[in-house]
């Protein structure tokens, strides 16, 4: 059992930068490939970005690719999110999501196993 807690955040203007982040509870955060997704009203949850067990690869939606840069760091048991160059169409909940895989990155909501509450972001123009 996982169980994540996102936190970071809130309400920003056009071209600013927020970093999120995600704290996950128990001694196997290190089995875990881990994921953002986020999701706007009226919208489906989408994928941001995921990362592997151990950091050595990642995979972005082209959306955010360049201005968002996932991160983890196993000894705290955290993934992060750094948010450059913000656009208000990043207004979302972001979410969390943790994968138990031998290996790899993947982009399917329906992989995931565990899942934070969300945090928002809201881009002003």
């Known amino acids: 059992q996982v169980q994540l807690v996102e936190s970071g955040g809130g309400l920003v203007q056009a071209g600013e930068s927020l970093r999120l982040s995600c704290a996950a509870s128990g001694r196997t955060f290190s089995r875990y490939a881990m994921g953002w997704f986020r999701q706007a009203p009226g919208k489906e949850r989408e994928f941001v970005a995921a990362i592997s067990r151990r950091g050595g690869s990642t995979n972005y939606a082209d959306s955010v690719k360049g201005r968002f840069t996932i991160s983890r760091d196993n000894a705290k048991n955290t993934v992060y999110l750094q948010m450059n160059s913000l656009k208000p169409e990043d207004t979302a909940v972001y979410y969390c999501?943790?994968?138990?895989?031998?290996?790899?990155?993947?982009?399917?909501?329906?992989?995931?196993?565990?899942w934070g509450q969300g945090t928002q972001v809201t881009v002003s123009s």
């Open positions: 999501a943790a994968d138990f895989v031998v290996g790899g990155t993947t982009r399917g909501k329906d992989e995931y196993d565990y």
